[in-house]
């Protein structure tokens, strides 16, 4: 949306509605990881620390070569600022889709255990393992 401002009134209703969805870029990551753990095992949350540490260890890379990545194509396309937009919005667009790509994964898997827990053996059956101990057994 940022290419579309062309006035001092649309630049001031972008950067409202920016300023309004920017939290999202700072507090969805760690809470996407919390929805990803689940809250089903505690041995799985105690690594939230560990998963939000490794995540914006990958993301450091890049948010230390945005800015250069930035200034080049500014003093590559002559001081146009429509790249450096474009550029940042494409890359907002990318990061959206994994984070979307991500909590369908989670779903997906989410339905699957679901429907493997409904078709394990019930006690009552004439196996010699009860649901319990198949459940213990899936979980390691």
């Not at 996407?32 to 914006?56: C, F, N, T």
């Not at 945005?66 to 940042?88: E, F, H, M, R």
């Not at 779903?107 to 101990?133: C, F, G, N, Y």
Request: hydrophobic share 45%; with cysteine.
């Amino acid at each position: 949306m940022w290419p579309l401002t062309s006035s001092i009134t649309t630049t001031i209703a972008f950067s409202v509605v920016f300023g309004i969805f920017s939290g999202a870029v700072i507090g969805l990551p760690p809470a996407s990881m919390a929805e990803i753990l689940g809250k089903e095992d505690p041995q799985r949350q105690k690594k939230l620390g560990h998963w939000v540490g490794m995540m914006y260890c990958g993301a450091s890379p890049f948010a230390l070569t945005g800015p250069v990545i930035a200034g080049y194509l500014v003093s590559k396309y002559n001081k146009d600022w429509k790249t450096i937009q474009l550029w940042s919005g494409a890359c907002l667009l990318c990061s959206s889709f994994f984070m979307m790509a991500a909590r369908w994964a989670v779903h997906k898997r989410h339905v699957a255990h679901m429907l493997d827990i409904e078709a394990l053996p019930t006690p009552s059956s004439r196996s010699q393992r009860t649901v319990s101990a198949i459940i213990d057994d899936e979980k390691d």
